[in-house]
């Protein structure tokens, strides 16, 4: 199971940190990403990182504003989101897939989503 966190309301240009804890697996073999899915929209990609630290993939629109991390004694990723902007206003979902898996479409794990409202 999935449990994100950490989302609210936040001002134009200000930052929120997003956290997602696994519980009742080991997720080290996951690669664990952010979705996120505003009213009316189709749910999109954000960010994802693989089991080494340093392989981490952005949406390009939050590339350089938003950090994925993750630790994975803790069994948590994290992201990090900065210069936040109106349209990034959406309900944002932790995932996880196999290291095996070549796509989103195999995970297997979703939590319930975190709101995340950027007021302009």
């Known amino acids: 199971q999935l449990h994100e966190s950490g989302g609210g309301l936040v001002q134009t240009g200000g930052s929120l940190r997003l956290s997602c804890v696994a519980s009742g697996d080991t997720y080290s073999d996951y690669i664990m990403g952010w979705f996120r899915q505003a009213p009316g929209k189709e749910r999109e990609f954000v960010a994802d990182?693989?089991?080494?630290?340093?392989?981490?993939a952005y949406l390009f629109s939050v590339k350089g504003r938003f950090t994925i991390s993750r630790d994975n004694a803790r069994d948590t990723v994290t992201l990090q989101m900065n210069s936040l902007k109106p349209e990034d206003t959406a309900k944002y979902y932790c995932?996880?897939?196999?290291?095996?898996?070549?796509?989103?479409?195999?995970?297997?794990?979703w939590g319930q989503g975190t709101q995340v409202i950027v007021s302009s």
């Open positions: 990182i693989g089991q080494h630290t340093n392989s981490a």
């Open positions: 995932g996880a897939r196999p290291n095996w898996s070549t796509s989103w479409t195999e995970a297997d794990s």
